[in-house]
């Protein structure tokens, strides 16, 4: 973990520049084998001191954890397996948002996943943890990754909408050093913990018992 929340672009290798080339499909095979994943995410389901519980785990290392089709699929069908076993749900994200690749198709997951999540939440009542690493940004910030019962950020973490260049360079206007970080979005109420990453299993699990024990 980083100690102050990285807002500016790290400079391109010349690997990368070289990926950024690739045909989409040729660049999704790149990232497969150098990652291991088929995917920005994975999904499953596991037990956390015991308790039963749903997961997703978005990884930053595949295409920026972005959010294409098959992310956002993979993520709703786990909210959907979730709600039909009454699994409490966790989601993990690291992501710099949309996949810009996929154009509208990517855009479209943040209204699935969120319609999804109504369903588990609003109808079926279930207990949804949403977890936010560094950085999380763009469309996972204006969808799920805000919409948990318990919003968690690990400290010092970057996390935006729009990344502080684009908003200079759209806006023409300074965005204060450190606005876009845990601390502030604790500050402003839009966090309700901040927790370190080795200490994420008991507080989570204690929330559930927690919960279990209401209902």
Same mark, same amino acid.
């Given at each position: ?11 391109? !290798? ?6 950024d080339d690739l045909p989409y ?10 990652? &291991? ?5 994975? !999904?499953?389901? &596991? ?29 709703? @069908? ?8 009454? %699994?409490? %749900?966790?989601? +993990? ?22 319609? #999804? ?15 936010? !690493? ?13 919409? &948990? ?7 010092? #973490?970057?996390? #935006?909408?729009?990344?502080? @260049? +684009? ?5 023409? !206007? ?14 402003? &109420?839009? %966090?309700?913990?901040?927790?370190? @990453? ?8 204690? %929330? ?8």
């Open positions: 973990m980083e100690d102050e929340p990285s807002t500016e672009d790290k400079p391109s !290798t010349e690997e990368e520049e070289e990926e499909i040729d660049r999704l095979d790149s990232y497969q084998e150098k990652t &291991g994943l088929l995917e920005a995410v994975q !999904t499953g389901t &596991g037990q956390i001191n015991g308790i039963p519980v749903a997961i997703g785990i978005m990884d930053f290392e595949f295409i920026g954890g972005s959010m294409g089709s098959v992310v956002g699929e993979k993520i709703t @069908r786990l909210i959907e397996y979730a709600t039909d076993h009454f %699994l409490p %749900l966790i989601i +993990v994200c690291a992501s710099g948002g949309a996949r810009m690749q996929e154009g509208s198709l990517s855009l479209m997951q943040m209204g699935k996943i969120s319609a #999804a999540l109504y369903n588990y939440q609003i109808i079926e009542k279930l207990f949804y943890v949403g977890i936010l !690493t560094s950085p999380t940004t763009g469309g996972i910030t204006a969808s799920f990754g805000m919409l &948990g019962d318990i919003i968690i950020a690990e400290p010092k #973490a970057l996390l #935006a909408f729009a990344g502080k @260049r +684009v908003i200079e360079e759209t806006l023409k !206007t300074e965005v204060p050093e450190g606005s876009q970080s845990t601390e502030v979005f604790f500050e402003k &109420g839009l %966090l309700d913990a901040i927790v370190s @990453r080795d200490s994420l299993k008991d507080f989570v699990s204690e %929330l559930f018992e927690f919960h279990f024990c209401q209902n």
